[in-house]
């Protein structure tokens, strides 16, 4: 119990640190910095960058040079450090190359954080769950800070996740002590995506669910970066503090999960994650902070099926096609076609498309059309769902077992 308390804590430091600046960064790049819609998404897609170079570090120096607390309390101190350092400057040539910088540490330390944990366990399918749900209440409970105290549209996220950084760096040194397991042999590309795993998407159905997983990304990227300020223009009020809604409804749809996979299977578990998303986006679209108020909030709270019914329906999917000696290496190439590649390309996308919808007023004030803005997410996000719709079949699309759903591993992000 006191190792699971501990592992607990890791986690909920973990993702508050997170929570705090990347909800808010991109309303605080355009309200108090004037930053153009093309410099917020680049700057959103930091994460992405850091999601692509992660699986190679971690390979690198966790696997074989240096214990895991150790090699997250040097990252956390570091990205600590950079994102204070973020935080004191006013233009994008400053900004962006800290925040890129502060991204390829604080990345890997997602899959380091969740190797400790699984190391320090004696049976990780029932332990992990309920350690790893704390993450998410961080995440929720950064949220509800920054948006209470109307922070959003200022630098000060920014230093919160940075003091919070170093606050886990000193903890991380207290934790078990976790020694690399793999200091023999040299360090190569296919020791982090081996062949076999390269080699399942030639599979027609891996081969087009990996394609429409890096696709859906791109529109998805609209959401994670720009929605907060959205709804701060729309007028909502501690609109950070209401978007951890979407969280809350994670971990209800993640109790869903079994029951709809008996019922529907991965195919239509998949295209139902892809159909919120489009649901969403024509919701903000079309609602307004008075009387379609609720179309706002139905958007957010969409976020369960949205996340959960695509992103973890796709890892069991995996879990399932790959080999037992190969499902981390498929997992990791997965997240880097989908939280790398994808949302690397969702973030230059969905900039440049803000941008184009972006207007300066008779006063001076930056106006962006937003209905415009959220329809070319959505119909992105159609094509998609049309492209997998048609294209995708499974031979072995058969309902999963309540055991099989509840078995599997939640994917890193609460985002």
Sequence with gaps: MQIRVRLGAMMFLEYFIWGAWYVTVGTWLASSLHFTGQQIGLAAGTTAVGAMIAPFFVGLIADKLFATQRVLAGLHL????LLFLASQQIVFSAIYPLLLLYCLCFMPTLALTNSLAFRQMSDPKLEFGPIRVLGTAGWITAGLLVGTLRLEATSRPLQLAAALSILMALYCLTLPDTP???REGRFSLSSIFPREAIALLRERSMAVFAIASFLICIPLQFYYAFTNLFLNESGVHNAAGKMTGGQMSELFCMLLIPWFFRRLGVKYMLVAGMSAWVLRYLLFAFGNADSKVWMFWLGILLHGICYDFFFV??????????SAALRAAAQGL???????AGMFVGSWLSGAIVERYTTTSATGATVHSWPSIWIVAA???AAVLVLFLVTFTDKENAPVTAAESAGATPIEAPL
Excluded at 78 to 81: A, P
Excluded at 334 to 340: L, S
């Design 78 to 81: 570091l990205g600590g450090i």
């Design 180 to 182: 690399p397991l793999a």
């Design 313 to 322: 329906t796709g890892q069991i999917y995996i879990d399932r096609k790959a």
């Design 334 to 340: 997965i997240t880097f076609i989908t939280y790398g």
């Design 379 to 381: 119909s992105a996000s």
